[in-house]
């Protein structure tokens, strides 16, 4: 396109009026008109435009003299993040930690009494449990399950506890509701779970917990590897290291 086209296209009212929402977003207790007009470069009459048209369009509010942004934006930001997927975002993260440690790396939200994954980076040790995005595993057998089972209220962990159909899948599995509401609990406590050849003999995987911005647990991410690989004790040692910082990172993209 050449610079004539782009010219005459450039809608430079809109680019303006964008550059006001950016300014106001550097400062969240609010600007009043003629702080505005200063830091934007405009007359106060213009300032005084741009900051109404975004009252009027709910994307910002005014007190006495005062404009700040409203939630709207945030709204807007939650629409084109779902429309795009966070784990698109997330799964190059995920992808370094699957490429450091030479195992999977996964990612899994809460439906009912099972997890669901919605991102999987393979590693190149075979397991025989086939998982891909989409895949359902019991909740209270894996360790993406118990981090989120530990992100329940205690009310809603009691009629998890209550209703969940719970059977042994090796003779590890964890049974007892009360033991199994210790472990939960413990992996609350702790900020990461572990699972010890409870889902399938041979596999281990730990697992933290993803957290939006008002701290509620609403992913959970894991490494699964094969127990003669990694210890229980090694697992703490040098895979969650590298699980917390992937999780730092992910939850970046859970904050709007």
């Not at 609990?185 to 409870?198: C, R, Y």
């Amino acid at each position: 396109m050449d610079e004539e086209t782009v010219s005459r296209d450039h809608v430079g009212s809109l680019e303006r009026g964008l550059a006001v929402m950016e300014i106001l977003a550097r400062h969240p207790s609010g600007m009043t008109l003629t702080e505005m007009a200063e830091e934007a470069g405009l007359t106060r009459a213009g300032a005084r435009r741009f900051l109404l048209t975004l009252v009027a369009t709910g994307y910002a509010t005014q007190s006495a003299r005062v404009f700040s942004l409203s939630p709207r934006l945030l709204s807007v930001a939650r629409i084109w993040l779902a429309g795009t997927s966070l784990w698109t975002f997330a799964a190059p993260i995920m992808r370094t930690v699957a490429a450091q440690l030479n195992e999977a790396c996964s990612a899994a939200i809460l439906s009912g009494e099972d997890v669901v994954y919605v991102a999987r980076i393979p590693g190149r040790r075979i397991l025989s449990v086939s998982l891909d995005v989409g895949t359902r595993l019991p909740a209270y057998c894996t360790s993406m399950g118990r981090m989120l089972l530990a992100g329940l209220t205690p009310a809603e962990l009691d009629a998890f506890l209550s209703r969940a159909t719970i059977e042994s899948r090796t003779p590890k599995t964890i049974t007892d509701r009360s033991l199994l509401a210790e472990a939960i609990g413990k992996a609350g406590t702790d900020g990461f779970a572990v699972v010890d050849e409870e889902l399938e003999l041979g596999l281990r995987s730990i697992a933290v917990p993803i957290r939006d911005k008002a701290g509620r647990t609403v992913a959970a991410i894991n490494v699964s590897t094969q127990s003669a690989r990694f210890s229980v004790a090694e697992m703490q040692r040098e895979i969650l290291p590298a699980l917390i910082e992937a999780r730092q990172r992910v939850e970046d993209f859970f904050v709007v």
